[in-house]
């Protein structure tokens, strides 16, 4: 079984925001998979099937960003998964927006989801899709990252979205983070 984790905090007030940016893409995957978010579990909101033949279950942690490696950690250990069918989907503000960057691991980089899912599982060693939400020019880190895209940045978001969800289509079907790693970089 492949397990896709979209990172982003629970609650209407958060819905759209840049931190969301992994549940809209999960959302995005899911509804063109034909997946509906119909169960909870380990403090997950979850949808499960067939992918290409492939079993799926998509993840959305319920507890709020900064605790997802609860979430994440529990999950893993209760469908006794291989870290290599784990990828996890996340903003990240220190690429442009739209950009997107496969990794099959790496450091926390600052994001505190990411140091949750990494305190969780014990290892960096993971997969993820890291899509560009760019630096705040303006305003806080904080107001910025819990902000709504712009209409204009909207546009460029849901390009950098698309090729993430067929990134993780691809993954589904068995090709390597390398292979990705050159195809959508």
Do not use: C
């Amino acid at each position: 079984m492949k397990m896709i984790v979209g990172l982003g905090n629970i609650g209407p007030q958060y819905k759209q925001t840049r931190h969301n940016t992994g549940f809209m893409v999960v959302e995005q995957f899911a509804e063109k998979a034909g997946l509906q978010f119909t169960s909870r579990k380990m403090e997950a909101k979850l949808a499960t099937g067939q992918v290409n033949g492939e079993k799926v279950m998509l993840v959305e942690p319920t507890t709020f960003m900064n605790e997802s490696g609860r979430a994440v950690g529990a999950l893993m250990r209760f469908y006794k998964l291989d870290i290599d069918d784990l990828i996890v989907v996340h903003d990240d503000m220190d690429m442009p927006l739209g950009k997107i960057r496969i990794r099959p691991k790496g450091s926390a980089g600052g994001h505190n989801g990411i140091k949750s899912i990494i305190a969780a599982l014990g290892t960096s060693e993971f997969n993820r899709i890291k899509v560009g939400i760019q630096h705040p020019q303006k305003s806080t880190v904080v107001n910025y990252v819990l902000g709504k895209f712009t209409e204009e940045q909207r546009a460029t978001f849901n390009i950098a979205a698309g090729h993430a969800v067929a990134a993780l289509f691809d993954w589904v079907d068995g090709k390597t983070i390398p292979d990705l790693e050159n195809q959508y970089n």
